[in-house]
């Protein structure tokens, strides 16, 4: 039986909790261990502590304090999603925060911009530019969700929502069940409603993980910061892999960039390649 259910994965618990962990949980699994019982020294492969969510003045939430947040009154006026959603996305797992109700009402809109685009279509300026940014968040939702970083996956969702969908037909359906998909974790139930907006008939939880393309996560566009003795002095877009050889013509011929070089001598040039031009001057 120990060797079939071995380890604990991941054990998730608070500071408030330590006793437990470490005296009840952990100090007698190594009594277990020395006197032979088990067959392995720790009881959990990985323990993440859990960070506090305070009340809205900053303080531990008690009655006495009168600053708890009664999460069923949060349910009745915004929705358990919004509730689900919003604390995922207050702060860091680990670390403690407050509440604070204007930001639920952000999370709130979110939800409803989230089933308004499945209604109503927003499109992207650019098909292939909206398909990469839905690669690229599945990659990021993916990582964050296995690294307990829910607050990052959500914000990687509200960038891919504000991109907008892709104008072809097919795109557009991979699209808005890529989405759902990725949200579910997070709003379960309107997860589910979109899905069955999109005429599945079998539930969301069912539904395989989307995979990423490698190929997809590569922009055709970079931007690269242009320096002038350690100072930034503008931008410029390239195409992906452009040489330096290219960047400093180009920004040879920026009046912008130029003006800050009048009167000195280009005494070396540093080039990061898709990321930075520098140019030392005297």
Do not use: C
């Amino acid at each position: 039986m120990i060797e079939y259910w071995g380890q604990v994965d991941k054990y998730v618990g608070g500071a408030e909790h330590a006793v437990l962990h470490l005296l009840y949980a952990r100090f007698w699994h190594k009594v277990l261990f020395d006197i032979g019982v088990v067959s392995f020294k720790e009881p959990f492969q990985d323990l993440i502590g859990v960070g506090l969510i305070l009340g809205p003045d900053g303080g531990k939430m008690s009655k006495s304090r009168g600053n708890v947040i009664n999460p069923d009154d949060v349910v009745k006026e915004y929705g358990a999603d919004a509730l689900r959603m919003y604390e995922l996305s207050i702060s860091d797992f680990r670390d403690a925060a407050p509440w604070n109700t204007e930001a639920i009402v952000g999370v709130r809109r979110f939800l409803e911009r989230s089933q308004t685009i499945f209604e109503i279509p927003k499109f992207a300026a650019d098909d292939m530019k909206a398909m990469k940014l839905l690669h690229k968040t599945i990659k990021k939702v993916g990582e964050d969700i296995e690294a307990f970083k829910f607050n990052t996956a959500i914000s990687a969702l509200m960038i891919l929502l504000n991109e907008g969908l892709p104008k072809d037909e097919e795109q557009q359906m991979e699209w808005k069940e890529t989405f759902a998909i990725l949200l579910h974790p997070f709003a379960p139930h309107l997860a589910e409603e979109l899905w069955q907006m999109l005429g599945k008939t079998t539930s969301i939880f069912e539904a395989s993980w989307p995979e990423y393309q490698e190929f997809m996560l590569v922009d055709d566009e970079v931007t690269i910061a242009i320096q002038v003795n350690g100072k930034l002095r503008g931008t410029h877009v390239f195409l992906n892999g452009v040489s330096q050889e290219e960047v400093a013509l180009r920004v040879m011929e920026d009046p912008d960039i130029t003006k800050w070089l009048e009167g000195l001598t280009v005494a070396r040039e540093i080039f990061v390649p898709n990321k930075l031009y520098g140019i030392v001057a005297k």
